[in-house]
């Protein structure tokens, strides 16, 4: 038995062939080319650097009230006439939507957008710093409001009270401050402040560092869930009051229970360092 194969059919199959390879193939380079242009495209908007200068005229307040979230900031004092918040931003969409605003007597930086409203279809998102500079005559009027979710936060400068909560970003306060209450959620605080009278630090999961200069705070109360503290004092004497479960916690202070400064601490799972400072 002979097997028959028709000539024409044996020409025509690798034409279909060729046809579809390069069909193919011209598929595939328009979208390697898309992708190529895409990401050049994204890549140049991310070396592209974006600024932008907000101003706002602050004669008359005594609030200060700052929401940041995924950007580096850094409040200033300076000789100026007005607040004036300089934004710098590498992000693929360009610069963030940040309100800068004064209502009765309190000033707001606000962030007024999504923070992945800008992301790339590659995941890259940039940086964003922004720059708050107040006119020097404010330096320890104000009373500070800041709630940083995942930002990194530079504050410099005297304030009357600073009310921090920090979810998962870092904070570093320096300067004199009567009253000052944070809150740490996962992050870390480098505290590096004086003239403290009332001083409320609550750690849930994170990390505080840095010394308290100056007068001696009148009362000190450290409640610490699963992170640390570990805080230079000023060389006083103070009534401690413990409350410890499974923490570990150090107190290199002179202590007396008659003493009119308090330190109390609760501590659940977490570290608290106190040490002897000048």
Known sequence: MTNHTDHNETLQTPRRGRATAVAFTVIGLVIAGAGTTAAAASAARFNDKQSDVLTADVAGISQLDLESAVASLRVVFADTDVATLDVQSTRPSGISDWSLQVTGDTLTLDHAGSWWSGGSFF????????????????????????????????????FVSVEASVSAGDLQLTGAVTDLDLSLGAGSAQLYVADVDTLDVEVSAGSVRGAVTGSAPTSTTIEVSAGDVNLEMPDETYRVNRDVSFGDVSVDLATDSAATRTITIEASAGDVTLRRGE
């Open 123 to 158: 995941g890259v998102y940039g940086e964003e710093t922004l720059t708050l500079t107040l006119p020097r005559e404010l330096n320890g009027r104000l009373q500070l409001e800041l709630d940083n979710s995942a930002g990194d936060a530079v504050i410099e400068g005297d």
